[in-house]
Every structure is written in structure tokens, then in C-alpha cells.
């Protein structure tokens, strides 16, 4: 939201609130939601309706949060000192908010440990989910090698545990927070709600991925990797972002070796990693991948460093090339491992061999705009001049990405 607010720092804004008569209006057709004893008292409804409608200040999801945050109230009495804690202002979304998560915490254990998995995963989540990847990620249970579909959650009782905080888009099927502002609570809040969520979701996504279902490795076909994907909906989310949550936070190395050293299942999911469809009709494109990645490429990909420190052990596959001709240096310098790429100089790797296609670790380093990459390989002595089979050098891959660094 800054960022926005920073582009458009000279233009007009114009804040878009309900007007008073709207919320009103709202929480009237909610009544029915409190207790039975405010349905008998219509001067206790009038109170509520009054002072929710003045402290929202126009804000819908602010009224139904400050409603929803009277349902569990047992008298009048309860209602009405609730009424009057109510804030506004900058403090108000705050206030809800941990309203919501103390009526998440007052639910039996189970209600509570399933919200607060929901919460985790739409929080720290690399991209949106959709609710069949959210069931499947909850339907996992770890140290199991087969996926239960009667584990499955349903998605009314995975939206009814989490107070309100997260819905899902009708026509996307995308579960989500119900407001940027929930984000942002959560974001700053994580530590006290959430503080194991990234190594939560990667120990589930690398038990997700070590299904026995995935021993049959490399799909030889389009339509065989797209079946895979159906039926197995958190398998492309798994595969292209366990690496990120378990650089936030570290992972059970043992698990992740498991793994990496099952040549079928390791196979399979830098399939799923590395396949980009193109466009609609573009045939193919799951075989246009590399084969051969080792875990040290992988480790290197995701910028996992003390993974990486565990298996230079052996110092004779530091230098191994996947088929695009692409060692862990060049992966760890495209995607920027500043750690990683140090500790792979450190190993005398061939920091100029160039790939298939004549990049060297410094043209994917400088085409990405990884400047303390770039300083690094710079630093070693590499070849800056370097051209790849088009002729291009690292200096040409930075200008023409517009990298002034």
C-alpha cells in the first residue's frame, strides 16, 4: 500500500466510505447473529448499531469485525462495556484484529490449530493459494509417505474457524485475508502468532513431495506432468517454494536429504520447478527442462546455505553440470545467494565455465541485477568480458535490463 501511495504522491485521493445510514442498514440484517437476548431488547440494538456505526467511520469490514466481536458476549452488560472499548482511528483495525484471534483462541484446541494453520499459510505464502492447495497442505501429516483424501478439511469449516479473517474469491476459488490491513497486522504481529510458519510450511511441502505417489519420477509428457499437477494440486506450489520457506527458517536437514537423495522423487519436482508453459498451445515445454540436477544444484537454487555447507562435504560435486551445461554457481548467482555464492568460490569452482548457452555465473548475475554478486565474482577474477554464443557480455545483459548498478 506505500509503495502505491508513493507512485501516485501528487495526484487527488479520494477516500470511498459507506455512509452512515449503510452500516446501519448492515447491522441491522446481522442482528441475528448475537445472542438471543439482544434479539428480545431493541433499545440494546439501537446501542449497538450506534456505536459501531460511529466508530467504523464509514468502514464495512470494521463493522462486521466489531459485530462479530460480540457474538461470544453472554449479557447485556458484557455487550455494552464491549460498545464502549470500541476504538477508531488508526488504532481500530489493530483492535479487531486481536479481538479476532482472542475468539480464535477461545475455541477448542483443535478449531484453534486449524485456524492458526489457515492463518500461517495465507500469511507467509509466496503467491495466493487456492482452497484445494490450502486442504491438501492441512490434509498432510508428517512422517506419512501416502496422502489420506479423508484428511481433507472441509472449506466451510476452514473459513468458520478463522473469526471472520480470511474468505474466499467465488470465481478464483482463492482463499485470503480479508483485507490488506490483515496482512499487515499479521506481518508485523507473526512472531507472536505464527513464529514457526515458514519452517511449517516447508517441512509439509517436503513430506508433500516425498509421497510415495511420486516414485514414478519424470513425466514423459505434457499431459502426464498436468495430471500429476491436478491431482496432486499443492505439488507445483511444493515444488517451486519449499527452498524459500526453509531459507526464512530452518528445516529438518534429514528430511530435506531424504528427498534430495531419492533420484525418482528429486526428478520429479525440479520438473514441476523448472517447467514453464509458455503459452496455450506451447507442446513441449515439460520436457524443455534440465535433467541431472543434483541437490547441490537445488540447495544452491533455493539459497540454502548450511545445506549447502552439509553436502560440499564432498568437494567433487560442487562443479557438476546439469543438461543446460548450468553448475550451483550459476544457479545460486542467477537468483542472487550472495551466501552461497561465496561459499561455492571458497570450493575453487570454475566461477567463468560457461552453459549451453555461453553464459557464464556473471551474465546471469548481472542480467538479474545481483550487484553484490556481481562484486563478488568480480572480486575472484572472473572474465567481465566474456561473451555467450550471442555475443553478449555481462556488461550488455546488465545495460540492457536497465541495472545501473
Not at 509428457?221 to 517451486?240: M, V
Not at 514441476?272 to 547441490?296: C, E, H, I, N, W
Amino acid at each position: 500500500m506505500e509503495e502505491i501511495e508513493k507512485q501516485f504522491k501528487d495526484s487527488a485521493f479520494l477516500e470511498i466510505q459507506a455512509h452512515y445510514e449503510d452500516i446501519q442498514s448492515y447491522l441491522d440484517g446481522q442482528m441475528f447473529r448475537l445472542p438471543s437476548f439482544v434479539s428480545r431488547n431493541l433499545d440494546l440494538q439501537r446501542e449497538i448499531k450506534s456505536s459501531i456505526s460511529e466508530a467504523v467511520k464509514g468502514m464495512f469490514l470494521l463493522a462486521q469485525l466489531y459485530l462479530d466481536s460480540l457474538i461470544g458476549k453472554r449479557s447485556p452488560r458484557a455487550i455494552r462495556t464491549a460498545l464502549q472499548k470500541l476504538p477508531s482511528g488508526s488504532e481500530a483495525y489493530d483492535y479487531a484484529y486481536n479481538e479476532a484471534m482472542e475468539r480464535i483462541q477461545s475455541q477448542n484446541l483443535n478449531s484453534q490449530e486449524l485456524a492458526k494453520q489457515i492463518l500461517g499459510w495465507i500469511v507467509c505464502a509466496q503467491r495466493p493459494l487456492t482452497t484445494t492447495e490450502l486442504q491438501h497442505a492441512l490434509a498432510v501429516e508428517i512422517g506419512l509417505s501416502e496422502l489420506d483424501e479423508d484428511n481433507l478439511p472441509e472449506i466451510e469449516d476452514m473459513t468458520s474457524v478463522c473469526a471472520g479473517l480470511v474468505t474466499v474469491d467465488d470465481k478464483s476459488n482463492i482463499i485470503r485475508l480479508v483485507h490488506y490491513t490483515t496482512q499487515e497486522y499479521f506481518e508485523r504481529t507473526l512472531a507472536a502468532w505464527f513464529p514457526n510458519a515458514h519452517q511449517d510450511i516447508a517441512t509439509i511441502c517436503i513430506t508433500y513431495l516425498s509421497l510415495d505417489i511420486f516414485e514414478t519420477g519424470f513425466c514423459p509428457t505434457d499431459e502426464e506432468l498436468e495430471t500429476r499437477l491436478q491431482q496432486y494440486p499443492l505439488y507445483d506450489y511444493s515444488a517451486r517454494n519449499w527452498g524459500h520457506h526453509g531459507r526464512a527458517q530452518s528445516v529438518d536437514e534429514q528430511l530435506v536429504l531424504n528427498l534430495l537423495e531419492n533420484e525418482a522423487k528429486m526428478s520429479a519436482c525440479t520438473q514441476a520447478l523448472m517447467a514453464q508453459k509458455g503459452f496455450s498451445r506451447d507442446t513441449g515445454y515439460s520436457q524443455r527442462v534440465p535433467r541431472q540436477m543434483t541437490a547441490v544444484h537445488l540447495a544452491a537454487y533455493f539459497g540454502l546455505s548450511d545445506l549447502i555447507r552439509r553436502l560440499l562435504g564432498n568437494e567433487s560435486i560442487a562443479d557438476v553440470k546439469d543438461t543446460f551445461g548450468r553448475t550451483s554457481l550459476s544457479r545460486a548467482a542467477e537468483e542472487g545467494h550472495e551466501a552461497v555464492v561465496q561459499l561455492l568460490l571458497e570450493k575453487d569452482v570454475d566461477a567463468d565455465y560457461k552453459d549451453k548457452y555461453g553464459q557464464t555465473p556473471l551474465s546471469w548475475a548481472a542480467g538479474k541485477g545481483h550487484e553484490a554478486v556481481v562484486q563478488l565474482l568480480l572480486e575472484k577474477g572472473v572474465d567481465a568480458d566474456s561473451k555467450d554464443k550471442y555475443g553478449q557480455t555481462p556488461l550488455s545483459w546488465a545495460a540492457g535490463k536497465g541495472h545501473e548498478a
